[in-house]
């Protein structure tokens, strides 16, 4: 019978064969807006940024009977509602145009903005799994919503034009403000949209006093009514109101209506620029406490 040795066992020699060295990452501490806005980690995730838009985009009106004609119902149906309760029944002045032209032209705007408020704040509990699984900035989330609802905003705009032609006014060179009011429109939505996101995440509430929100600031903003029925210091105050100058600008661009909003359109972006600051901030302050609430 062979004896049995116990043999020394030669290590390997790994020293050609070794694995590199792990990729180290160093953390540092952040500050300001540095988590939300921080151009580096908003450059390196936007393929997120683009597929969370698309996805807000295809997914609105998935299962839905009308899809994206809801874009066109909303302002259109409640032109309806005001133009015959505020029109007909109250006779609200509207500047000379068409009553049904003249609250269309600030309800395409105003929809816009109310989605926002009302979808943006609700973004980031839908999103929960998404939210607490991986790593993205998260702004991105409340600010897809925004870039979804610019298709909305793109396809009420058409139907606007060519009720604005049915009607007899002419279109002229003012269009070209348009732009520069979607943008104030966009910052004061994503201002106040991501400080309701970031509030909902905590108290869960906040989605059932959001349409109320939304209902009071619609008749802060005068798009039942012309900004003409306030004397000149009140309505330099309603400026303070972000949508104020965008509807107003929309009207004027729109319609030719006989006041110069650019005072209005001033004052409404320098607010719409502090409310965007203000909402940022915020989120920036609560944000890392997301995945541990959700």
Excluded: C
């Excluded at 807006?33 to 936007?46: D, G, K, N, Q, T």
């Excluded at 403000?177 to 104030?184: D, E, M, N, R, S």
Aim: no cysteine.
């Amino acid at each position: 019978m062979p004896e049995l040795t116990n043999a020394p066992t030669q290590a390997p020699d790994l020293g050609a064969a070794s694995a590199p060295e792990p990729e180290r990452m160093r953390l540092h501490p952040t500050h300001g807006f540095s988590r939300v806005l921080a151009p580096r980690e908003l450059w390196r995730y936007r393929e997120v940024a683009v597929q969370i838009a698309v996805r807000d985009v295809t997914v609105r009106y998935r299962q839905t009977l009308l899809g994206a004609a809801w874009a066109v119902l909303q302002p259109v149906l409640t032109m309806v509602v005001f133009t015959v309760i505020f029109g007909h029944l109250a006779h609200v002045p509207s500047e000379g145009k068409a009553y049904a032209v003249f609250s269309l032209a600030g309800l395409v705007p105003w929809t816009f903005f109310a989605n926002a408020l009302t979808l943006g704040s609700d973004s980031l509990t839908s999103n929960s799994a998404l939210v607490s699984k991986t790593y993205f900035p998260r702004i991105f989330i409340p600010a897809g919503v925004l870039f979804a609802g610019l298709v909305d905003l793109a396809i009420s705009f058409v139907v606007l034009m060519v009720v604005v032609i049915a009607t007899g006014n002419d279109v002229s060179i003012r269009l070209v403000i348009l732009p520069g009011l979607t943008v104030i429109a966009f910052a004061a939505g994503l201002g106040v949209a991501s400080a309701l996101a970031a509030v909902n995440v905590r108290f869960r509430d906040v989605k059932y006093v959001v349409p109320f929100y939304v209902q009071l600031w619609l008749f802060l903003t005068p798009i039942a009514y012309p900004i003409t029925l306030l004397s000149s210091p009140w309505r330099t105050l309603a400026a303070i109101n972000p949508m104020v100058g965008v509807v107003e600008g929309f009207r004027w661009a729109v319609l030719g209506t006989a006041n110069s909003p650019w005072a209005l359109i001033g004052i409404s972006a320098v607010s719409a620029t502090l409310v965007l600051a203000a909402g940022l901030a915020y989120f920036d302050r609560v944000e890392r406490s997301f995945a541990d609430l959700m």
